[in-house]
């Protein structure tokens, strides 16, 4: 029986004994068979979790100590790195480069955080008055449900377990069911270095069986989400009834706006990896380009020439230079996506196909060009999370911000001038959370990271990422008591 969960420091199966097959998206091969996890287990993991946070040793080690603990655990992810890379990449079918790169970022974030979490020792407040002593304490929030996606499986839950533990909380981690191996390689880290019986818990299986406990809980304090708008939603609702904390990192439609003054090369190298790294799967994906008009043709004609020579491949083929969508289910959705768009008037410059020979096995989308898009197109509203960009013109400034702005999302933009002012303009009046000028996608995790709008509800990463994970406390304290007088000593 395959025990793959973990819970109060112990593996366990879960109670149904239900199992699930994870396959590679990139030809279907058997990666492993994990425990499908429902509520009782999540219920479960939860009470080990509340138990820890209540009575044991982690929330009141010093925060220092805490700090060092998370440098331990990055530094044996760069000790086992390969065999991590090797995980993400047979659970997403994405490149093992890419999942190297990953593999460091999540080493980084797990150093910035083991940095940060013995610098803040709280904030004297001057009350104004002698005979007091104001400060605020940080403290841990208590119980988190950290819920993660496919797309970025190890990084987007080290987004959230690193601030989590630096805060001196415990955790019950649920990350898609589609891609578990790597978090449960986190949770036999985290007791190699160190972690108590408890603190950091694991769950798997379906969102509405094994995730739904976390938001609705009275007993878990703060829920973190990333994933897709409908479900953030319904986690928020959930989380409603019992008011707890609620972070969430939604998606995007991020315009990538490109001015006749770009240097062109450097513009056009990154709208294809804007819009096509990781086949598009990724949140802040540069889906929508915005061209200014007198560029447009030789800018479109040279991205559509570049995006037909992209090679699709499995993830330990050296000449490939993109993967997989995660799923049949996924690729029928992008599939649907380019045809409505198509229908609505888009013009289908390249891709709208699927991988054949060697690639018939896996879920392959070409990469897809859609031309001449109208604000209020399907393709233009609602994110595709594929291998797509859509094309839209703009004569003036003003009209590329408008066009920016034109999405109730608000996750990130691009920018792409020479003309340092114009930069700063845009960058300003672009209401998304992150704003690259001449560049595209990079993150840092002394950085902040989330979205304007329904792009989400917090910020991950940089200090206020450690925030989220604490409550601020205002300890008052008069040295020198008085009567106040208030109420006048009389007979009643
Ligand atoms: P998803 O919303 O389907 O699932 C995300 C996670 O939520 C999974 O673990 C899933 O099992 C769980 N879940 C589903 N229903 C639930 C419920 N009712 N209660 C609790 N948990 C539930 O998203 P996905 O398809 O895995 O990921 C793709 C989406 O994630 C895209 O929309 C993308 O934009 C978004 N995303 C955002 C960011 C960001 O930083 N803003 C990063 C990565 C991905």
Same mark, same amino acid.
């Given at each position: 029986?395959?025990?793959?969960?973990?819970?109060?420091?112990?593996?366990?199966?879960?109670?149904?004994?239900?199992?699930?097959?994870?396959?590679? /998206?990139?030809?279907?091969a058997l990666v492993g068979v994990v425990s499908e996890g429902g509520r009782d287990d999540t219920e479960r993991a939860i009470q080990a979790a509340r138990r820890a946070f209540d009575d044991g040793p982690w929330p009141r080690t010093p925060a220092p100590e805490r700090g060092d603990l998370l440098l331990r655990v990055a530094a044996a992810l760069r000790e086992r790195s390969e065999e991590f890379a090797r995980a993400e990449s047979l659970d997403t079918g994405k490149r093992i480069v890419e999942s190297r790169i990953d593999m460091s970022d999540i080493a980084n974030c797990f150093d910035y955080y083991g940095k940060l979490a013995g610098l803040e020792a709280g904030r004297l407040v001057d009350a104004g008055d002698a005979s007091v002593v104001s400060r605020i304490a940080y403290e841990p929030v208590?119980?988190?449900?950290?819920?993660? /996606?496919?797309?970025?499986?190890?990084?987007?839950?080290?987004?959230?377990?690193?601030?989590?533990?630096?805060?001196?909380?415990?955790?019950?981690? !649920?990350?898609? %069911?589609?891609?578990?191996? =790597?978090?449960?390689?986190?949770?036999?880290?985290?007791?190699?270095?160190?972690?108590?019986?408890? +603190?950091?818990?694991?769950?798997?299986?379906?969102?509405?069986?094994?995730?739904?406990?976390?938001?609705?809980? /009275?007993?878990?304090?703060?829920?973190?989400? =990333? @994933?897709?708008?409908?479900?953030?939603?319904?986690? *928020?609702?959930?989380?409603?009834? =019992?008011?707890?904390?609620?972070?969430?990192?939604?998606?995007? !439609?991020?315009?990538? +706006?490109?001015?006749?003054?770009?240097?062109?090369?450097?513009?056009?190298?990154?709208?294809? $990896? *804007?819009?096509?790294?990781? &086949?598009?799967?990724?949140?802040?994906?540069?889906?929508?380009?915005? #061209?200014?008009? &007198?560029?447009?043709?030789?800018?479109?004609?040279?991205?559509?020439?570049?995006?037909?020579?992209?090679?699709?491949?499995?993830?330990?083929?050296?000449?490939?230079?993109?993967? /997989?969508?995660?799923?049949?289910?996924?690729?029928?959705?992008?599939?649907?996506?380019?045809?409505? @768009?198509?229908? %609505?008037?888009?013009?289908?410059?390249?891709?709208?196909?699927?991988?054949?020979?060697?690639?018939?096995?896996?879920?392959?989308?070409?990469?897809? #060009?859609?031309?001449?898009?109208?604000?209020?197109? &399907?393709?233009? #509203?609602?994110?595709?999370? @594929?291998?797509?960009?859509?094309?839209?013109?703009?004569?003036?400034?003003?009209?590329? #911000?408008?066009?920016?702005?034109?999405?109730?999302?608000?996750?990130?933009?691009?920018?792409?001038?020479?003309?340092?002012? !114009?930069?700063?303009?845009?960058?300003?009046?672009?209401?998304?959370?992150?704003?690259?000028? $001449?560049?595209?996608?990079?993150?840092?995790?002394?950085?902040?990271?989330?979205?304007?709008?329904?792009?989400?509800?917090?910020? %991950?990463?940089?200090?206020?990422?450690?925030?989220?994970?604490?409550?601020?406390?205002?300890?008052?304290?008069?040295? !020198?008591?008085?009567?106040?007088?208030?109420?006048?000593?009389?007979?009643?």
């Amino acid at each position: 029986m395959s025990q793959t969960l973990f819970i109060d420091g112990r593996w366990e199966a879960a109670k149904s004994g239900a199992v699930r097959e994870i396959r590679c /998206p990139a030809d279907g091969a058997l990666v492993g068979v994990v425990s499908e996890g429902g509520r009782d287990d999540t219920e479960r993991a939860i009470q080990a979790a509340r138990r820890a946070f209540d009575d044991g040793p982690w929330p009141r080690t010093p925060a220092p100590e805490r700090g060092d603990l998370l440098l331990r655990v990055a530094a044996a992810l760069r000790e086992r790195s390969e065999e991590f890379a090797r995980a993400e990449s047979l659970d997403t079918g994405k490149r093992i480069v890419e999942s190297r790169i990953d593999m460091s970022d999540i080493a980084n974030c797990f150093d910035y955080y083991g940095k940060l979490a013995g610098l803040e020792a709280g904030r004297l407040v001057d009350a104004g008055d002698a005979s007091v002593v104001s400060r605020i304490a940080y403290e841990p929030v208590g119980v988190c449900g950290l819920i993660s /996606p496919w797309n970025y499986p190890l990084l987007q839950a080290a987004w959230k377990v690193a601030p989590a533990l630096a805060a001196g909380n415990t955790f019950v981690l !649920k990350p898609s %069911e589609l891609t578990p191996h =790597t978090a449960m390689l986190l949770m036999e880290v985290l007791t190699d270095v160190g972690v108590p019986a408890g +603190v950091a818990n694991l769950v798997l299986g379906p969102g509405p069986e094994a995730g739904a406990p976390l938001s609705e809980s /009275p007993d878990v304090d703060l829920v973190s989400f =990333t @994933g897709g708008l409908h479900t953030g939603r319904v986690i *928020a609702a959930a989380a409603a009834s =019992t008011v707890k904390k609620v972070a969430l990192e939604l998606g995007g !439609k991020n315009p990538n +706006v490109v001015f006749a003054d770009a240097e062109f090369d450097a513009a056009l190298d990154n709208a294809l $990896n *804007a819009a096509f790294v990781h &086949s598009g799967q990724v949140c802040s994906a540069g889906a929508r380009l915005v #061209v200014e008009e &007198s560029i447009h043709d030789v800018f479109v004609d040279e991205l559509v020439r570049r995006a037909k020579g992209i090679r699709m491949g499995g993830p330990f083929d050296d000449s490939a230079d993109t993967g /997989p969508l995660i799923s049949a289910a996924h690729r029928d959705k992008v599939t649907e996506y380019v045809r409505r @768009g198509v229908e %609505e008037g888009a013009i289908l410059r390249c891709g709208g196909t699927w991988g054949e020979g060697d690639l018939a096995d896996g879920f392959y989308y070409a990469p897809t #060009v859609l031309d001449g898009v109208r604000s209020g197109m &399907s393709v233009v #509203v609602d994110e595709g999370f @594929g291998p797509v960009v859509t094309v839209e013109t703009f004569t003036t400034e003003d009209e590329a #911000v408008r066009i920016g702005n034109d999405t109730r999302y608000g996750l990130a933009a691009g920018v792409w001038t020479q003309d340092a002012g !114009k930069a700063q303009r845009v960058a300003q009046r672009l209401r998304h959370g992150t704003v690259w000028i $001449n560049d595209f996608h990079p993150y840092l995790p002394q950085a902040e990271w989330g979205g304007f709008g329904e792009s989400g509800i917090g910020r %991950e990463l940089g200090p206020t990422g450690l925030a989220e994970y604490q409550e601020a406390k205002h300890i008052y304290q008069n040295i !020198k008591p008085q009567v106040t007088g208030w109420f006048p000593d009389r007979e009643g």
